[in-house]
């Protein structure tokens, strides 16, 4: 990146922080500087995506996230408004609205998602790598909590084939659950090699202590 690109990538860095710093729900200034600095480890093996573009996308991107905004418009037209502001043209703005707009795993359940560019395949997997593993399991469960989630129930069988709805209405999940729903799936959902390799370690994490929850559950030694 040029001067200029660095000056506007702080710009945008310090707008997606003010927007966190209030965050309860996982998605806070901790959650965008992890997957900030997860797709610069993937962009350094990928040096042909655009540096500007992945890396503004990887700051902004739960900016008006629907889960955790309550006027998704307002907050979209703040930020194109901002991202004008300082000087970005309305391509970046669109490269960028158009990575954000396509990267959630609720937007692929009902193939409502459009295909991604390379920049937004970085910060999907980016992001994907922070729902998963140790860090991943922590999220989880503070998550549940902050929406009064059950954290476990034996009566309650995961849920498969959910559209759009069904997944966001969590009265019908559970924060283990939401393991088997989501989590463990996305390992074979990420875009790049090296996304891949760590998603594999981070998988076995999971996995092993899903293990762990349920021997303890049932009073195994």
Same mark, same amino acid.
């Given at each position: 990146m040029n001067a200029n690109e660095q000056q506007q990538l702080e710009q945008i860095k310090d #707008? +997606?922080?003010?927007q966190a710093t209030d965050d309860e729900t996982g998605h806070g200034v901790d959650h965008i500087m992890r997957v900030v600095r997860m797709a610069k480890t993937i962009l350094r093996r990928i040096p042909q995506a655009n540096e500007l573009i992945t890396l503004a996308a990887a700051y902004l991107h739960d900016t008006y996230d629907e889960k955790l905004v309550t006027d998704v418009p307002a907050a979209k037209q703040a930020l194109r408004d901002t991202l004008t502001t300082i000087?970005?043209?309305a391509? =970046?703005?669109s490269q960028i609205f158009a990575i954000i707009d396509n990267m959630s795993y609720s937007k692929s359940l009902e193939g409502a998602a459009q295909p991604l560019t390379l920049e937004g395949q970085v910060? =999907?997997?980016a992001d994907r790598l922070d729902a998963i593993g140790a860090i991943g399991i922590t999220r989880a469960i503070y998550y549940g909590g902050r929406f009064g989630e059950k954290v476990y129930d034996p009566s309650i069988a995961p849920r498969t084939d959910m559209n759009h709805d069904e #997944?966001?209405?969590l009265d019908h999940e559970t924060i283990i659950n939401h393991? #088997?729903?989501? !989590?463990l799936? !996305?390992?074979d959902l990420m875009n790049t090699d090296v996304a891949v390799s760590i +998603? +594999?370690?981070r998988q076995e994490v999971m996995v092993d202590f899903l293990g762990e929850y349920q021997a303890e559950w049932h009073g195994e030694e």
């Open positions: #707008y +997606a922080l003010g000087g970005l043209t391509d =970046q703005v910060v =999907q997997d #997944y966001r209405n393991f #088997y729903e989501k !989590l799936k !996305l390992k +998603a +594999a370690h």
